[in-house]
């Protein structure tokens, strides 16, 4: 996919480090149904979560809810 535009880049550095602006900038740009990280420290955040409405969720919470989706399914 193409990279997210540079004013949402910089929209996303309003909420969290310009390291990780351009991760949450991409996640929102490509409407991702998860953003699964470990970087608890920066994603977690109450303005984070504001800013991209999809779950932000470990790896673990993420393979929790995959779970529960899979065991509907049988």
């Known amino acids: 996919t193409e990279d997210p535009p540079r004013d949402l880049v910089q929209a996303a550095e309003a909420v969290i480090n310009a390291d990780d602006a351009p991760i949450l900038a991409a996640a929102q740009h490509a409407h991702v149904d998860y953003l699964?990280?470990?970087n608890t420290k920066h994603?977690?955040?109450?303005?984070v979560r504001a800013f991209h409405s999809a779950?932000?969720?470990?790896?673990?919470?993420?393979?929790?809810?995959?779970?529960?989706?899979?065991?509907?399914?049988?």
Do not use: D, G, N
Request: no cysteine; proline share 7%; aromatic share 22%.
């Open 36 to 38: 699964v990280t470990l």
């Open 43 to 47: 994603f977690f955040l109450a303005k």
């Open 55 to 74: 779950p932000i969720v470990t790896p673990a919470e993420f393979l929790s809810a995959f779970r529960t989706f899979w065991e509907h399914l049988s």
